[in-house]
């Protein structure tokens, strides 16, 4: 199963054909119908759409497409429909303005404060009859369908590039682990040695206050408690099952933003108690590239779904 990214775009246009035989006959274009998806990262799936008042009635079955097709993303719909070139200033035909006339007429008769028809009411009314078209309701849906088909593609084809790239730092991670590990016994040997000199020279410098093996043991305590307080063998173990598991969730694909998203603050906080345990330039250096690397990876781990 792929890995999708929430980052994403899509959009596609299609002709509406006329329902009278009259406006095909005088060459005038019923229409076009447009449609965009956006996409960006969100915690959730968050729905918003933009419609032409036309269109706005077809907003719960957009939204039910939607949510049956994508799971996390802030996604705006915009659908909209543009007249055909000749359908805005059309002439009304006769009969259409002496039908109007006559609906006014009764609607007046009834409702005597009743405002007159405008210019602007008789071009809109007036061209309805000559230029009516079928209910875009069905092509909407089936452009919103392969909108959404092409939304889905765009954004796995992004998130194969964020799996390659997690997989790639991992790949670091693990290298700068296996730097790190050989490092702290070499650390506690050098410390056993130095507290061992340190011991001796002061034992050279006393009055026999204190016999050679109390400061033998008194020396081994301390590189004891030097190596209990720089050991990072659990954070080195839960680091690499860390990773194991974000192994397995890329290569697994599907919905795994959100468990990335912890297993990454949980590789974090490895690399920062790594830092604070170490004793050495190179310890630090190590724990420094990690966090580098951890940040990075949370940044695009937030843009999986």
Known sequence: MAVYSMTGYASGQRELGAAAAGAESRGTGAGRLGLEIRSVNSRFLDLAFKLSEDLRQHEPALRELL???????????????ESGADQALREPGPRALQRLASLQDTVRTWLPDARPLSVADVLRLGTGEAAGTADPGPLLLELATQAVADLREARAREGARLADMLLGHLRQLRELAAQAAPLVPQLVEQQRARFLERWNEAMGLADGGATPEAAQDRALAEAT?????????EELTRLAAH??????????GGDVGKRLDFLIQELHR???????????????????????????MREQVQNIE
Request: hydrophobic share 45%; aromatic share 4%.
């Open 225 to 233: 408690a030097f190596a209990i307080r720089i050991d990072v063998a």
């Open 270 to 296: 490895e690399a920062n108690t790594l830092g604070s345990k170490s004793a050495a330039l190179e310890l630090t250096r190590i724990s420094v590239d990690m966090k580098v690397l951890v940040e990075q």
């Open 243 to 252: 990773l194991d598991e974000i192994e397995r969730l890329v290569k697994k």
């Open 67 to 81: 949510q049956g097709q994508l799971r996390r993303g802030k996604v705006e719909l915009r659908a909209y429909l």
